[in-house]
């Protein structure tokens, strides 16, 4: 399984940004899918996460009501909708896939088994 993220960039703050995730190399569709990032000298965190079959999304704190996560009709793809961009969403961000990923560990990293090679958010003032 590949995971090719695309579409970070550079954007202003208060700005928007939106960035996709797509998986390669199976039929099926993972579980849940989601989105992580890691700002320089920071540890990964968790952003969103959509459960691919029933779309439910959820979301950290920092972003809820900013960004929104969400299933392409094509399969095994994602998006990452940035709104009301600050600076501290400067990032690399990360796609990652999981197969069996239970509610209670949704948020976090050793709940999924593939991952993407990241794409840079990058937000001035």
């Known amino acids: 399984v590949q995971l090719q993220a695309s579409g970070g960039g550079l954007a202003q703050a208060g700005g928007s940004l939106t960035i996709s995730c797509a998986a390669s190399g199976r039929t099926s569709s993972p579980n849940a899918m989601a989105w992580f990032r890691q700002a320089p000298g920071k540890e990964r965190e968790f952003v969103a996460a959509i459960r691919m079959a029933s779309r439910y999304a959820y979301y950290a704190d920092s972003v809820k009501g900013r960004f929104t996560i969400s299933r392409g009709n094509a399969k095994n793809t994602v998006y990452l909708q940035m709104n009301s961009l600050e600076i501290e969403d400067t990032a690399v961000y990360y796609c990652?896939?999981?197969?069996?990923?239970?509610?209670?560990?949704?948020?976090?990293?050793?709940?999924?088994?593939?991952w993407g090679q990241g794409t840079q958010v990058t937000v001035s003032s």
């Open positions: 990652a896939a999981g197969d069996g990923v239970i509610l209670s560990s949704i948020g976090t990293d050793r709940a999924y088994d593939h």
